[in-house]
Nanobody, 127 residues
Framework: QVQLVESGGGLVQPGGSLRLSCAAS????????VGWFRQAPGKGRAGISC?????????YYSDSVQGRFTISRDNAKNTVYLQMDSLKPEDTAVYYC???????????????????WGQGTPVTVSS
């Protein structure tokens, strides 16, 4: 059974940084695409970043986070990270990671289907 667990969220001041982790069991993340999504209060869920399987390694970002967020993976720990820098109040949201056994590559539009999701970790950017 595939399980994803996000961690690393919290309260941070504008301009600060956080690193989110997405730890997996039941699936080797290095062989699959992994996406990060977020859902802000009162809004729908939106894709913000994705990393294709290790053999490809392509990364993608939404315009809203390009240049501030970095996605990476640690294959030994079966974990994907989202480093978030220069955080803004509009980054406040619940952040989710997702993957799927059939997902090898991301899509530039960040709308790739994923069947397995974590429970989410909340991020609040406020002074």
């Amino acid at each position: 059974q595939v399980q994803l667990v996000e961690s690393g969220g919290g309260l941070v001041q504008p301009g600060g940084s956080l690193r989110l982790s997405c730890a997996a069991s039941g699936l080797a993340l290095e062989h699959h695409a992994v996406g990060w999504f977020r859902q802000a209060p009162g809004k729908g869920r939106a894709g913000i970043s994705c990393i294709s399987r290790r053999a490809d390694g392509s990364t993608y970002y939404s315009d809203s986070v390009q240049g501030r967020f970095t996605i990476s993976r640690d294959n030994a720990k079966n974990t994907v990270y989202l480093q978030m820098d220069s955080l803004k109040p509009e980054d406040t949201a619940v952040y989710y990671c997702a993957t799927d056994p059939g997902a090898l590559y991301c899509t530039a539009s960040l709308n790739r289907y994923f069947g397995h999701w974590g429970q989410g970790t909340p991020v609040t950017v406020s002074s």
